[in-house]
């Protein structure tokens, strides 16, 4: 039998790993725990739901208060995770970790950030290396209306 050359070693070691990725996301679906993927495309789903439910976007817009609940959008994402075969338990721990407290929101050179430098002081580039297209006025203001 030949030896294997480095690219079919490669390919073998790519599906391999495709492999065991498929069998650990099989496992953590059995055990009812869904991937952060899917807890973030069920926020999306849940998000977009109440949105169109309270019409809460539109009554912003027309500059009124929308009274959207996060606990409602939280919930209904559990929901939709368990419509999708995923378990109660695990799903509510999976939203609550993609919506925990970030440490990058306490540095004051990430944006948004929860302790941002003074707006003169920023210039940081965006992570693709560009410049930022929406003013550093229009981001502050964003972070002081919430």
Known sequence: MPEETRSQRA?????????RARRYRERKK????????????????????WLAKTSALRCELDGDSGGLSMVAVMKTARVILEREGYAVGPSAQAIAD????RS?????????????????DH????????????????????????
């Open 123 to 146: 210039a940081r580039p965006t992570k693709g290396g560009g410049t930022w297209e929406t003013s550093i006025e229009d981001i502050f203001d964003l972070i002081d209306d919430a």
């Open 98 to 101: 993609r919506l925990v407290h």
């Open 104 to 120: 990058e929101h306490e540095d004051p050179e990430w944006i948004p950030s929860l302790r941002p430098r003074p707006r003169d």
């Open 30 to 49: 059995k055990e009812g725990s869904p991937e952060p993927r899917v807890v973030d495309a069920a926020l999306s789903e849940s998000l977009a739901f």
């Open 11 to 19: 390919a073998r070691q790519r599906r391999n790993a495709a492999e």
